[in-house]
């Protein structure tokens, strides 16, 4: 699933995500932004951030590293 479809529309998203898993939608899951639970990682300011697509495309800047790897995946079947 491209990360394009959680940051255009976070609930469907979330939705098809927990249904593959067998999980339960839970009321405000993509409401990230909300949750106040301690974070110990490098990326603490960003998980208080809404979902948005401020990071679509930085991909691109990796692509001339990324191609066989992107190759082998579309190989194998992956968006």
């Given at each position: 699933?491209?990360?394009a479809?959680?940051v255009?529309?976070?609930?469907a998203?979330a939705r ?7 999980l339960p939608w ?5 409401e990230i ?10 990326s603490?300011t960003?998980?208080?951030e809404p979902?948005?697509?401020?990071g679509?495309g930085?991909w ?17 079947g992956?968006?």
């Amino acid at each position: 699933m491209p990360y394009a479809a959680l940051v255009t529309e976070p609930a469907a998203t979330a939705r098809r995500v927990l249904e593959f898993c067998g999980l339960p939608w839970e009321e405000g899951c993509t409401e990230i932004e909300r949750h106040t639970a301690p974070v110990t990682t490098a990326s603490g300011t960003q998980v208080r951030e809404p979902i948005h697509g401020g990071g679509l495309g930085h991909w691109r800047r990796y692509a001339a590293w990324l191609g066989p790897l992107r190759e082998r995946l579309e190989g194998a079947g992956a968006e």
